[in-house]
């Protein structure tokens, strides 16, 4: 399954100045729980913010004209069609991790998103996502993760 991963804030804000614009453990820890032992998708700018794999993850880089060094658990693809044909033979879920480029050229084949709300507007963001990137979701279940982080889980309608 292809999962969209992404914690907005209320005015949709996801990055400022190349990193998240808040830290809440909370937020981090369900990332962890839920990526490890799955391969993780990020732009190269993403993956430049993070600086190196994450732990039990296969981390797939998605860029036309990046050049990242190799090293174990990581991997460097060309186009869309790279990611889908090696997600075919994939053990686990591949999660689309951002940035918003990256969500926006895979934005067809996520099956289900996971969306962390967080209780604060950003106004000096300098990356957000789309207000309409959940048309065509269902939310199907909510959980509280504290400090007033919610995660919705929503799957793509069928037609």
């Keep these: 399954m292809i999962i969209g991963i992404v914690a907005v804030s209320e005015n949709y804000a996801i990055g400022k100045d190349g990193k998240l614009p808040w830290h809440y453990p909370a937020d981090l820890k369900f990332f962890k729980q839920t990526t490890t032992g799955n391969a993780i998708v990020m732009g190269a700018n993403t993956w430049r ?50 940035g918003a480029q990256t969500y926006k050229s895979l934005a067809d084949f996520i099956d289900e998103w996971l969306v962390t709300r967080v209780p604060e507007t950003v106004k000096d ?19 509280d993760l504290g400090d007033g982080l919610k995660v919705e889980n929503f799957r793509r309608e069928q037609s």
């Design 49 to 98: 913010s993070i600086g190196r794999p994450l732990p039990n993850r296969l981390s797939i880089i998605l860029s036309r004209s990046a050049e990242i060094e190799v090293q174990p658990n990581v991997l460097l693809l060309r186009s869309t069609d790279e990611l889908l044909a090696l997600s075919q033979f994939l053990k686990g879920d591949l999660y689309i991790i951002g």
């Design 125 to 143: 963001a300098d990356v957000f996502m789309p207000e309409s990137f959940l048309n065509g979701f269902t939310l199907r279940e909510t959980t």
